[in-house]
């Protein structure tokens, strides 16, 4: 919405940044920007699509005063114009707005677990000083996993300086020697930092089977994967019930053919028929599948939820297959990403 910048009247808007100071861990102070918040009408009942998916850009025209809106993609009459929400993990915008986005491009899994760690520090040593002068324990107190299941190149660096014998710390030569990762198993037998890459590894599957512990056990994966399967079908039947009533002829649904089988069978959660009738009209479906509808509103819940939980838990099982030095059987889907992510099956190797 254009602001006035007439004599008389409005004032116009201030930028869509704030400045301000913050202060370093090491008591230093920054001037930075930082986004303002802003309500803006209409704009706020935009769907999210992540920037890196094609939403349209905000942006502000300090030129004409006025907030505008940037298709990242050519658009053609009937697409869906949607805004980002923000490079937000699905826990913030299930928690924040209902809803979950399977296989986000920003989905990202918080591991606390790595942060224990740090106990194992002696307060003045110049370990402890080393870590903090390349700022590496904000890497350990904000470890995560992306999408993929890999952690950031940061917290590993982190943890081998942390998990390095005494021994090893001098004769690699300390922090900055550690940046690099070091071979293990039989090719890192006579290597020097070998044990610390190991143990930082370790100390990474440790604290993603914990994480799985707490979502349940990895053998609920799954389960979770079988029950989003089925959710989706009926909501998919759903969903189309409604479409077939909305359509130019609504009377297709009553009698033959498509509409009677639709009708009359659908499936349950739990894999068997629910039969409901050969009665049923277009004003049952809507009743069933309204946007206020209990059926409607139960199934997009728990659909939303199911896709958080498989989308961690997936996450979770490629991170422990990726740096557990000892093979476990996870979950069907996890042995499967296990064997995607040795690079040739040198698993052998890999554990020494």
């Given at each position: 919405r254009r602001a006035s910048t007439g004599g008389g009247g409005e004032r116009p808007p201030p930028p869509p940044y704030l400045t301000r100071r913050e202060t370093l861990g090491d008591g230093d102070?920054?001037?930075k920007e930082v986004p303002s918040t802003f309500v803006l009408p209409l704009l706020d009942a935009f769907n999210h699509l992540s920037e890196r998916g094609g939403a349209t850009k905000l942006c502000f025209d300090k030129t004409s005063n006025a907030f505008t809106l940037r298709a990242a993609r050519d658009m053609r009459v009937g697409d869906e114009a949607t805004i980002s929400y923000g490079q937000r993990p699905n826990a913030y915008l299930l928690l924040r707005f209902g809803f979950a986005v399977f296989d986000s491009p920003d989905e990202f899994v918080e591991l606390p677990?790595?942060?224990?760690e740090l106990e194992w520090l002696m307060p003045g040593s110049k370990?402890?000083?080393d870590l903090y002068a390349e700022n590496l324990h904000y890497a350990v107190r904000n470890a995560r996993l992306d999408r993929d299941g890999k952690a950031n190149t940061n917290l590993l660096w982190a943890l081998r300086v942390l998990l390095a014998s005494d021994e090893e710390y001098e004769r690699v030569g300390g922090v900055k020697a550690f940046r690099d990762a070091f071979p293990t198993g039989l090719d890192g037998?006579?290597?020097p930092g070998s044990g610390a890459q190991l143990a930082a590894e370790a100390s990474l599957a440790l604290a993603c089977a914990r994480?799985?512990?707490?979502a349940g056990g990895s053998e609920s994966l799954a389960e979770d994967e079988t029950?989003?399967?089925a959710a989706l079908a009926v909501l998919r039947e759903v969903e189309t019930e409604c479409a077939m009533c909305l359509s130019d002829e609504p009377s297709a649904y009553d009698g033959a053919g498509?509409?009677?089988d639709l009708a009359t069978g659908m499936t349950s959660m739990d894999g068997t028929d629910a039969t409901r009738g050969d009665e049923m009209t277009c004003d049952d479906v809507f009743a069933r599948c309204g946007t206020e509808s209990d059926d409607s509103n139960?199934?997009?819940r728990l659909v939303s939820a199911l896709e958080f939980r498989v989308g961690r838990k997936r996450i979770l099982a490629k991170a422990v297959a990726r740096y557990s030095p000892l093979r476990e059987a996870f979950t069907r889907s996890g042995d499967e990403l296990y064997a995607a992510t040795m690079e040739g099956g040198d698993y052998d190797e890999k554990v020494g």
């Open positions: 102070e920054i001037t677990g790595c942060a224990d370990r402890e000083a037998r006579d290597v994480e799985m512990d707490l029950q989003l399967e498509a509409g009677e139960y199934l997009r």
